[in-house]
C-alpha cells in the first residue's frame, strides 16, 4: 500500500511541474513514505533522515506515512524536517510543500471525512502490474497492531471509483491489478457488492489480464469471493490469508477472532474452490506469554498448510497497544531462535511448492529486464518470480515452461503467446 501511496504523491508532484530526481543526493524534495508497523521501519526513517542531512544539498524533507500519522510534532522535535503529512491527508502534499517554502509550519494528520481519493490527479503512465486501493483502515484491533490507529477505521472506496480507476490503469498500460487494502476482502458497498463483485465488474474490463487481492482477513472471508477462485478466470491463484499463528490461546491474545482450526476449514474451502491455489500468510513469532508448545503449534500449522510463501515476523511492541503492555514479553533471544526455525520451514515449503511447478507451462506476465543479455522476469500465476530468454516485450503475456525450479525462483522456455 505504501507503493501505491508512493505513486499518487509522485503522481501529485508531477502535476505541480516536479520531476523524479536520479537519487536523493541530487533531489530539492524528499518525501520519505514510512511505516510504523514493527519498531525496526520507525527508527529506519530517522538514520534516513540523519544520511539525508549530511549530503550537501540539504533538500526539502517530508515525511509522509504512518510514522508521520503516528508521532507527528514528534518528529520535527526528534529531526530537521519540513512537512510531516499522514496516509489519509498526502492530497494536501503540494499545498504543505508551499507553506513550508514560505517557512510556514507544515503538517497535517488530519483523517477528514471525505477521502483524499477524490483529491487526486489521474493515474499516468504505468507498469504492467498495477496496484489499486480499495479499501483503507482497519476496525479489528489486533492487541499488537497500530494499524486501527494510524490509517484508522475501515473505508471501503466506492465502486465507481474503483473501476474508473482500474479502467485509466488498464489505458495507461497495466495488464494485471492488484486490489490493496489492509482487510481488502472486507470491501463492500450499500448494496453488498463484495468484493467478488468488484472483481466481477474488473473481469469486464477489456485488456486487463489478471485479478489479484491483498491482504485479507480470515473472517471476512466470504462465500463469493471463495466461488470466485473457480469462476473468474482472470483471478489469479492466489491467496494471502494471514493467519499470525497456529495455537488458540495465542490467537485469542491477539483478538484474531478466529481459530486454527476455523482458519484451515477456510483453506479447505478455498482449496475445494480452485485446488492449484498458491497460498500466503503472515506470521508473528514471539507475542507476550508464547509457550515452546504454542510456538510448535504454529510449526504443525505451517506444515498442515503447505505454504507458497509466507511473511515471518519477531513480536515487535507497539507504543499504545494493549499486548505492549502484556505480561511475559518474550526474550529476544526466544525470538530469534524462533523466527529461525519457523522460516527454514517456511522455506522449505516454498521451496517444495517451486519444485511441484517444474516441467508446467503456464502463462507469466513480462515485468521487466532481466540482469543478462535477452533475459526477461515476469510472474507465474501463483505469483513466483520467473527468468527467461526470450524476445517478448514488458507487459506480454506467453506461455513458458518451467525448466527449472529454485527456492525464490523459476526459469523457464517460451513457449508460444497467450491471446489477449
Ligand atoms: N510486531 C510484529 N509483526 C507485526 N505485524 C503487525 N504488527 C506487528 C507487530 N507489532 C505483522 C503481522 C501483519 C503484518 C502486516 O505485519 O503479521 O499481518
Ligand atoms: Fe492489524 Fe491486520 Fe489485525 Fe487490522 S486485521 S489490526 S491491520 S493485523
Known sequence: MNVYDGERMAELMAAQGLTAAADAG??????????HIREKATEKVYSDIGRLRKHGKDPMIAVAGCVAQA????IVRRAKVDVVVGPQAYHNLPQLVADAA???????????????????????????SAFLTVQEGCDKFCTYCVVPYTRG???????AAIVDEAKALVDAGAREITLLGQNVNAWDDAEGTGLHGLIAALDRIEGLARIRYTTSHPNDMREGLIRAHAEVEKLMP?????VQSGSDRVLKAMNRSHSRDSYLRILDRVRAARPDIALSGDFIVGFPGETDAEFEATLSLVDAVGYAQCFSFKYSPRPGTPAADMADQIAAEVMDERLQRLQASLNRHQAAFNAATAGRTCPVLIERTGKLPGQMLGKSPWLQ??????????????????????????SGVQRARVAA
Open 102 to 128: 514560505a517557512g510556514k509550519a507544515a503538517l497535517d494528520t488530519d483523517m477528514p471525512i471525505a477521502s483524499k481519493f477524490g483529491a487526486l490527479p489521474r493515474r499516468r503512465k504505468v507498469g504492467p
Open 26 to 35: 541530487s533531489a530539492d524534495l524528499v518525501v520519505l513514505n514510512t511505516c
Open 238 to 242: 492466489f491467496l494471502h490469508l494471514p
Open 385 to 410: 518470480s520467473v527468468h527467461l530468454l526470450t524476445d517478448a516485450k514488458i507487459g506480454d503475456l506467453i506461455d513458458v515452461e518451467i525448466v527449472r525450479a529454485d527456492p525464490n525462483s523459476l
Open 153 to 159: 477505521a475501515e473505508v471501503s472506496r466506492p465502486f
Open 71 to 74: 508521532e507527528g510534532e514528534e
